[in-house]
């Protein structure tokens, strides 16, 4: 039932693109993406409710493909600031209770 | 902003003590949520709640229990502490429909049980 996130682990140059896909063997409610920095607390980044709709800001922006039950987030030309451990966490059934996927560590290099 | 407040952020304990996590919310938020995070398995729902004294299990609520008499404060309690709970604990809360609002995260307690 755990979300599954690809790839594990990336590494990037600055200014390079990078997507994190998460994939749910059950349909969806909703989609959350949240950043963990070493040593910090999850930041929350985005929500993507049922309806395949895309969201975005700054150049971190994500889908939602319902009959996939997939969302994928697109990092567009990483900053340093990017690196950290970024989670999907999936709602199946409006009750806000997330089960989250096991990480991506995402490390930008200058 | 929202502030979640947890309690402690190193916590030492020994096997067969029982063990309170706090953690507060200043955001009168209406959900509250307790996590532990290990290596390679992502976060982990023990427990959450909806309302004062509402609790719900999540996925691995075995060895532990949770209080919430008032609204900003939800407790996570280890009744019997073991080895095989020393990990990281977050505590979150979110407004309203739980499923469509963000959840805040508290900077975790890193708990180690010798």
């Known amino acids: 039932q755990q979300p599954v996130q690809s790839p594990q682990a990336v590494i990037l140059r600055e200014g390079e693109d990078a997507v994190i896909n998460c994939s749910s063997s059950?349909?969806?409610?909703?989609v959350h993406w949240y950043r963990q920095k070493h040593g910090e607390a999850p930041v929350f980044l985005m929500i993507?409710?049922?309806?395949?709709e895309q969201k975005g800001h700054d150049k971190i922006s994500a889908s939602f493909n319902e009959k996939k039950q997939q969302s994928s987030l697109y990092l567009t030309a990483s900053q340093l600031s990017y690196s950290g451990t970024y989670f999907c966490?999936?709602?199946?059934?409006?009750?806000?209770?997330?089960?989250f996927g096991q990480g991506t560590e995402l490390s930008v290099k200058p | 902003d929202v502030k979640v407040t947890q309690s402690s952020r190193y916590l030492v304990k020994r096997t067969g003590e029982k063990v309170f996590l706090e953690c507060v919310q200043d955001m009168d938020h209406e959900n509250m949520f307790w996590y532990r995070q290990d290596p390679g398995l992502g976060l982990r729902l023990i427990y959450f709640?909806?309302?004062?004294?509402?609790?719900e299990k999540g996925d691995i609520p075995e060895g532990y229990s949770v209080s919430r008499e008032k609204k900003e404060r939800f407790s996570l309690i280890l009744e019997s502490a073991s080895t095989n709970q020393t990990s990281m604990y977050l505590c979150?809360?979110?407004?309203?429909?739980?499923?469509?609002?963000?959840?805040?995260f508290g900077d975790g307690t890193r708990l180690s049980i010798l």
């Open positions: 059950k349909a969806l409610y909703s």
């Open positions: 709640s909806y309302d004062v004294k509402m609790k």
């Open positions: 979150a809360s979110s407004s309203g429909q739980a499923g469509n609002q963000p959840q805040h």
């Open positions: 966490g999936t709602d199946y059934n409006q009750g806000g209770k997330l089960i």
């Open positions: 993507l409710l049922k309806g395949g």
